[in-house]
């Protein structure tokens, strides 16, 4: 193995893994912390996948050492923490004390924050994140029900987080080549700070920090950051070209899970809800202690076979914030991914051989839930989001989106791949 990576959530490692298998490493994604029985067969890259993103910060900082010492024992040389194009955390973190703690275990001074994805409309300029046209904190995000984005100078933002400090790689030194990006990082280093914010607004862009980044034992951001690594490693004569992967075998039926209460899972939505079965889960019904996963599984096996079912507990802000009113922010979405997790069990064993999962705590519960411990990286649906098959244990196909990710369409789009 050549290149370590740790993920704050299920469907960021997935995207962080499609990033690097579509530019020709062969990667294996592991769910959670691996123990000496891990098998990563042939893989370059290694990707870890935890459910770490808005855990206490304890927590997530000890199974982010540990996935990280799992990783050195493996002959990882450079190691990349992935985390949401949008900065998905809070004045507290966890990408703050996260990096901290990686910087620490790896003795290095420095380290590039560039969560930077432009296919996805994430770009970064003067060391504010955009999402399209819109600041951070103008987009979507600012409802985010666990992570609401308030601010967009991603230097600000990790100051108050880490126990270092940030400065800016202005677009300039990007455009001016890997040398140019060298000279400002000696230069920050010099001035006693450890982290790095690189501007970014293309994929070239991505290239260029990327070649920079060749010697660095710590790279932060999302997987957009990744697209230049391969590229090290080839010229280094450590990797050959890799063929892209096949599909996954998927038999059996087809099933979309929703959780996430983005803007654009709710889109995603609507564009299928008047021709698809759709069955809305109720947060109250669960707290009741309804019997919702056993009436949703019974409603599932009386639709059309031929054709996909939704089933979803998304919600629009004011729906959100009147749940966690009345149970609390993080029971309220515990209560729902829980649920959703015990159907995709229901469902699997029903012989639902295909599902999309919408959100990335959602597809933490619902991986869990499987208990599936490694996937396979197949065909890519759209930037960020590819089919997955499950390997250990076997199982369905898995297409695990982040809530923001996607067109419209997209959840036609995912099944229609599998048939091309």
Known sequence: MLLGAIADDFTGATDLANTLVQNGMRVTQIIGVPDENTDIGQAE??????????????QAVQQTVQALDWLLAQGAAQILFKYCSTFDSTAEGNIGPVADALRTRLGTDFAFVCPAFPANGRTIYQGHLFVGDRLLFESSMR????????????????????????????????????????ARVAQLKADGICYGVVDAVSNEDLRVIGI???GHKLITGGSGVAIGLPDNLRREGLICPASLPEPP??????AVLAGSCSAATRRQIAHVAQDWPTRKLDVDSIANGDPVTAETVEWALSQPADMPILIFGSA?????????????????????EET??????????????????????????????????????GPEIAPGVPWTQALAPSGPALALKSGNFGQDDFFRRAFAAMLS
Not at 45 to 58: D, F, G, M, Q
């Open 45 to 58: 890259a290694v990707v870890i996948a935890l459910k770490s993103r808005t855990a206490p910060v304890a």
């Open 143 to 182: 409802d985010h029900p666990l992570t609401p984005m308030r601010d967009a100078d991603l230097v600000r933002m990790m100051n108050a987080q880490s126990d270092g400090r940030a400065g800016l790689i202005p677009l300039s030194d990007v455009a001016a080549g890997p040398s140019a990006i060298a």
């Open 316 to 336: 629009d802000p004011e729906e959100v914030r009147a749940t966690q009113e009345r149970y609390g922010k993080l029971q309220a979405g515990l209560m729902m």
């Open 340 to 377: 959703l997790g015990e159907i995709a069990v229901a469902l699997r064993d029903e012989g639902f051989g295909r599902l999309v999962v919408a959100g990335g705590e959602t597809s933490g519960a619902v991986v869990s839930a499987l208990g599936i411990t490694a996937l396979r990286i």
């Open 249 to 254: 075998e998927a038999p059996g039926r087809a």
């Open 212 to 214: 920079a980044a060749a």
